[in-house]
């Protein structure tokens, strides 16, 4: 297991049960137990830390040559152990479209609740249709919310937005809502997908945990994947696999090591005097990630974050004539400018409306930048170069401005402080506020098709012992935040693997 993140961490768990089935999960960061990580507010303090890789796009045309941060998680947890915690199954919409992209309908909507009630230990309102209760993953709503959060779901309501007891129930088989959000925060302390699934199996004689060890390529005989090669404390090393390889190291690093080993375009990997071991055009292509336009209001009195500093959501259509949401919001209970847009004018204390895409039209790629593994790829994330998804953010922007300036935030809020007090948004505001919502996926994506990577087992066209798990293989990004879905991709690739391998 090559990456301890949202999926890699539920495959090792689900593999290890089997104590016949030996399992080495390898991370290139460190351990999760630090205060920065444990402590659901400080989550912001892991960005642009060792725990973070760290990645740039490169300077977008579409956003007047701006490049954004596309911070990944690095670490046991991986994003899970960084992120706002925030639980998101996706919409019904966005599985039933992956069960006919993949011609299989173990990916289908019906059969992913199945888990998703398998998985949960859910806390809030019973809801037993939609959610189970004896799971390895606790999620609850927020404790005791800010009134803040409280607001934003009143101010939806009087808009005509339908409010709901959860963002995960039927609200995702709909139009859209306003719920508080679901976080994985237990007692207090966040609750990664590490910590529900590894952590408590870390001590078994059949689960080997290897921390700040990279992954440089895959070996192979012939068209065998048959180990890996790792740097680990300085030493370059090989490690055989008994059964296969599989890569969970996320939407920027799996595309990496595919074409480090031989995978990939053939002209992208012969311009860094790559062998060709198999031509999958699709590797690193179909970049795509949630791209987000924050409006920030100024507090009347100061009102320190709760819980994780994100505690409602809100989905909703841009056009009537959708069939699912296409806008996403996340409440965030402090500050979040642009570099562009702090330029307006950035209150000591404020919220911001986390105002994106959903479902974005725009696509981008990752690209090798050299043949040494120690050097970060290219990374095109191309956001807004489709025109529908600039129409898009107009009517998101407007929506977060009418619902920050509802009545329903009059006793919290004096003013709108970003963009301000101006009538009309043009592009230009669009594209200075845009910022990443860290949900890179696509870049390995499952299917059928020539451009597809993975087939619906997510074991890779043409390539033997090699499977991909993780928010790569999903052919395009989930409506909502991705930890959740990754930990769907875990769970049916283990389920599958168990049943492949007799394990």
């Not at 090393?237 to 053939?266: C, F, H, W, Y």
Request: charged share 20%; proline share 7%.
């Amino acid at each position: 297991m090559c990456g301890a993140g949202s999926s890699g961490s539920v495959i090792a768990r689900r593999l290890a049960e089997n104590p016949d089935c030996h399992v080495l999960l390898i991370e290139a960061g460190a351990n999760d137990d630090e205060e920065a990580v444990m402590d659901p507010a400080a989550w912001p303090t892991n960005l642009g830390s060792r725990r973070d890789w760290g990645f740039t796009a490169e300077p977008n045309p579409h956003l007047d040559g701006r490049s954004l941060s596309m911070s990944m998680g690095k670490g046991l947890g991986g994003g899970s152990s960084v992120n706002v915690m925030v639980w998101a199954r996706g919409h019904r919409s966005d599985w039933d479209y992956f069960a006919e992209k993949t011609g299989d309908a173990g990916w289908g909507h019906h059969a992913v609740l199945d888990i998703y009630r398998r998985i949960e230990n859910w806390r809030g309102v019973p809801d037993p249709q939609y959610r189970g209760t004896s799971g390895p993953v606790w999620v609850q709503p927020p404790k005791d919310p800010s009134p803040i959060a409280g607001a934003l779901l009143n101010a939806a309501e009087a808009i005509g937005i339908p409010k709901f007891d959860s963002p995960n129930g039927s609200m995702m088989e709909s139009a859209g809502g306003v719920a508080y959000s679901d976080m994985l925060v237990r007692e207090g302390r966040r609750h990664s997908l590490y910590r529900a699934y590894v952590h408590p199996w870390a001590d078994r004689p059949n689960l080997t945990i290897l921390t700040e060890t990279s992954v440089r390529r895959i070996l192979f005989d012939g068209i065998r994947a048959t180990g890996v090669e790792i740097e680990r404390s300085g030493e370059i090393l090989q490690i055989t696999a008994g059964t296969e390889v599989v890569l969970s190291t996320g939407a920027i690093n799996t595309p990496k090591l595919l074409m480090l080993s031989g995978l990939g375009d053939r002209s992208e990997l012969e311009r860094h005097g790559i062998p060709l071991l198999r031509h999958l055009p699709g590797v690193g292509q179909n970049l795509q990630d949630h791209v987000s336009f924050g409006c920030t209001w100024e507090y009347r009195e100061p009102m320190p974050p709760q819980n994780s500093g994100s505690e409602a959501t809100l989905y909703w259509k841009s056009r009537s004539d959708l069939d699912a949401p296409d806008l996403l919001f996340c409440q965030v209970e402090f500050p979040v400018p642009s570099e562009r847009t702090a330029l307006l004018g950035v209150p000591m204390h404020g919220w911001t409306m986390f105002a994106g895409l959903a479902r974005p039209h725009s696509r981008g790629q990752v690209k090798l930048r050299s043949a040494d593994p120690a050097e970060a790829p290219i990374i095109e994330a191309n956001m807004m170069s489709d025109p529908r998804d600039m129409e898009a953010a107009h009517a998101c922007v407007k929506l977060a401005r009418e619902l920050g300036n509802n009545a329903a935030f009059a006793p919290y809020v004096c003013r709108e402080a970003i963009p301000g007090d101006r009538r009309n948004i043009d592009d230009r505001f669009i594209r200075d506020a845009a910022v990443t919502y860290w949900h890179q996926c696509g870049t390995a994506r499952m299917g059928l098709d020539d451009m597809s990577v993975v087939d619906a087992s997510l074991a890779v066209h043409g390539i033997e012992r090699l499977r991909i798990a993780d928010g790569s293989c999903l052919p395009r990004v989930t409506t909502g935040n991705t930890q959740a879905p990754c930990t769907i991709i875990g769970e049916r690739a283990a389920e599958i693997m168990r049943i492949q391998h007799g394990i």
